[in-house]
C-alpha cells in the first residue's frame, strides 16, 4: 500500500512544478493586494481630508470612491489570480495524489457534480441556489464509475411584496457523491436516511413513519437484527424483499462506519445503477494553502491525501453493491489497508 512518502515519490515532478506556480501566484496575490490598498488608503486619506477642513462634499466623494474601487479589487481582480491558483496548482496537484490510485481521475476545482445528478437523487427538498467545487471524476478496478465535488444548496426566500430582506435555508452543504455501477441493482429506489426519532422509545417507530421528510418511499423497512444501525439510520423502500438482500449486515455496518469515518451520518440512495450519498460538513475538503510550501515542512499534502483516501474507501465500499452475492470487504474501514495512509 502506498504511503505518504511514495505517493511524494511518485508525483515529485509534479509536485515540484506545483510549487513553482504557486511561489509566482502567492507573488501576484501580494502584489494585487497591495496595489489596492493604495488607492482605497488615497480615497480614504480624501474623506479623512475633507472632513477635517469641513469640505463634506469632497469628504463624501473620497468615502464613495474607495468603497468602489475596493468591491472592484475584491470581486474582480483578486478572483482572477484565485481562479488561476485552483486550475494551475490545486486541480493538477490533486489530480496527481488521486492517480496513483486510479490512473483514470480527472478534477477540476472550478467544476461540480451536476445539478441534474444531485436533483435525481431526491434527497433533499426544493432549493434555488446551486453551486459547488472540485469535482473528481474517474472508474473503479471493478468498473464502477464515480464522481464527487463539495456542493453548497440553499434555497433563498425572497418578501418583495413587502420589500423584506431575503432569508436563506442552507439544504445541504458538503461532499455529494454519485456512483454508476456496472449493472442494475434495484429497480425500487431504497433511502437510507438519518433517524429523526430516538427508536429506543416507544413512540420512537410511530415518530418516524408519520414526520419523516417528504422525500422517502412510504414504506419503512426494519433491521431489528442490527439495533445500532437502527438506531442511527432509517430505510426506506418500495420492495422490502430486495432492500434486505442489498442491504446484508456486512453493507449495514458499511453505512454505520460512515459516522466515524466522517464523523457524520450520511443521505443515501439506491436506484438503477446509480448510488447517490450525500455526506453534510461544515469545514471545505481538498483545500491546498497557498501560503504553505508543497515541498518543506508540515504542508497540505498530507492532509489533502487523508481526505481522499477516505473519500476513495467510500467509493470503494459502496461500489461492491452491485454483486449482491459476495459480500463487501470490511478492510476498506481499515486504516492500515487505506492506499494512502
Known amino acids: 500500500m502506498k504511503d505518504i512518502t511514495e505517493i511524494r515519490q511518485l508525483i515529485a515532478p509534479t509536485i515540484e ?3 513553482i506556480k504557486r511561489l ?20 480614504l486619506f480624501i474623506f479623512v481630508t475633507g472632513l477635517a477642513s469641513g469640505q463634506y462634499f469632497i469628504a463624501i466623494f473620497g468615502l464613495i470612491i474607495s468603497v468602489i474601487v475596493f468591491i472592484f479589487i475584491r470581486k474582480k481582480v483578486l478572483p482572477q489570480t484565485t481562479l488561476r491558483y485552483q486550475k494551475e496548482v490545486k486541480s493538477v496537484l490533486v489530480e496527481a495524489v488521486a492517480r496513483t490510485v486510479y490512473p483514470s481521475v480527472s478534477f477540476d476545482a472550478t467544476h461540480h457534480v451536476s445539478r441534474r445528478n444531485f436533483s435525481a437523487s431526491t434527497l433533499y427538498d426544493d432549493y434555488n441556489q446551486y453551486r459547488g467545487e472540485d469535482h473528481c471524476e474517474g472508474i473503479t478496478l471493478n468498473h464502477t464509475a464515480f464522481e464527487f465535488s463539495e456542493l453548497q444548496i440553499e434555497n433563498v426566500h425572497k418578501d418583495f411584496e413587502n420589500y423584506k430582506a431575503s432569508s436563506t435555508e442552507e439544504i445541504f452543504k458538503g461532499l455529494f457523491v454519485v456512483l454508476t455501477l456496472p ?45 445500532a444501525f437502527e438506531e442511527m439510520y432509517a430505510v426506506y423502500a418500495q420492495d422490502e424483499t430486495q432492500a434486505r438482500k442489498i442491504l446484508t449486515p456486512t453493507m449495514l455496518g458499511v453505512l454505520y462506519n460512515l459516522k466515524y469515518k466522517f464523523d457524520q451520518t450520511a443521505r443515501i440512495c439506491m436506484i438503477g445503477k446509480k448510488v447517490y450519498i450525500g455526506i453534510a460538513k461544515a469545514e471545505d475538503y481538498f483545500e491546498i494553502d497557498i501560503k504553505k510550501s508543497l515541498i ?8 489533502l491525501c487523508k481526505e481522499l483516501a477516505l473519500v476513495f474507501a467510500l ?10 452475492t459476495q459480500q463487501a470487504p470490511a478492510t476498506y474501514s481499515n486504516p492500515s489497508t487505506n492506499p494512502f495512509l
Open 296 to 303: 518543506e515542512g508540515d504542508n497540505s499534502l498530507t492532509k
Open 17 to 19: 512544478r506545483a510549487e
Open 183 to 227: 449493472k442494475v441493482i434495484c429497480d425500487y429506489p431504497i433511502k437510507i436516511l438519518p433517524d429523526m426519532a430516538n427508536k429506543k422509545r416507544a413512540a420512537g417507530k410511530l415518530l418516524q413513519k408519520n414526520f419523516s421528510p417528504k422525500t422517502h418511499s412510504d414504506n419503512l423497512v426494519y433491521f431489528e437484527e442490527n439495533p
Open 24 to 43: 509566482d501566484i502567492l507573488t501576484e496575490l501580494t502584489k494585487k493586494q497591495f496595489l489596492y490598498a493604495l488607492p482605497v488608503g488615497l480615497s
Open 315 to 324: 467509493v470503494e465500499d459502496f461500489s461492491t453493491f452491485h454483486d449482491t
